[in-house]
């Protein structure tokens, strides 16, 4: 517990939860020193350039296939040519362990195959304009993992990058996952709180994101209502294409 009261689990949106402190000081500590190796390389940690000629604030590194706006692909020929390092097979595990404490729902959470993830670094200049993830051919959730410094996270609607958002404040081991009716809803990262680092993570600055994602590439092409994941409502539970600015994804 990072204050003197717990925070609550809450439902954000239909199908999108936030689970407070769902990563244990020694799993932030095990995911920050993999994320290191992560981005060493082959495909190293760097800065994406968008096709307006933009230049991301936050860091970038791939697993098991590499974006680049606005599509994957498996090697990084925006970077150094190089395929991108393979998606770990506990990394999957740990996608199911989180979808099961947001959504509860077992048989669904045995179909969720993540084969793809983000890695973020933000230091405390950076942030990401508001985007939708789009460029999946899969309607599976995303999940995402908060380590480091505290970020307001802006969680939109599925039709505009405006009004109506919540504002949300992703600490350092909160889970949030959206899917369902939320699946392709805007979001984004508008600042990182100053003074809120957290160096039991192995982390002493900045913020860590990885999001987890099912590409269906490969795959036949599946939609959200189609393919089992349509009627995620997030009510249960125990416990980019259309960059914006410079930062749009």
């Not at 990563?23 to 940690?45: D, N």
């Not at 350039?49 to 990084?76: D, K």
């Not at 506990?90 to 993540?114: C, F, I, K």
């Amino acid at each position: 517990m990072s204050g003197l009261f717990p925070r609550p689990r809450a439902i954000v949106a239909p199908g999108a939860v936030h689970v407070p402190e769902w990563l244990p000081p020694e799993r932030r500590r095990e995911l920050v020193a993999a994320c290191r190796e992560w981005a060493r390389g082959p495909v190293p940690l760097r800065h994406t350039v968008l096709p307006g000629g933009g230049v991301m604030s936050v860091r970038t590194v791939c697993l098991g296939w590499h974006w680049q706006p606005y599509r994957y692909s498996r090697t990084a020929e925006d970077v150094n040519g190089a395929r991108v390092a393979a998606f770990p097979d506990w990394l999957a595990e740990l996608g199911r362990e989180a979808l099961l404490s947001a959504y509860g729902n077992e048989s669904l959470v045995r179909t969720y195959a993540p084969d793809a993830a983000l890695v973020n670094f933000y230091e405390e200049s950076a942030r990401m304009g508001m985007h939708q993830d789009k460029e999946e051919r899969s309607g599976a959730p995303v999940v995402s993992l908060s380590i480091g410094a505290t970020c307001v996270f802006r969680f939109g609607n599925t039709e505009n990058r405006g009004r109506p958002y919540t504002d949300v404040e992703l600490a350092s081991g909160d889970l949030f996952v959206f899917g369902g009716p939320s699946r392709f809803a805007f979001h984004g990262v508008p600042r990182i709180v100053p003074g809120t680092a957290d160096p039991e993570s192995g982390l002493n600055h900045g913020r860590l994101n990885l999001t987890l994602r099912e590409t269906g590439l490969g795959a036949p092409a599946r939609s959200g209502a189609s393919d089992g994941w349509g009627g995620w409502g997030g009510s249960g539970g125990s416990g980019g294409s259309g960059g914006s600015g410079a930062d749009g994804r």
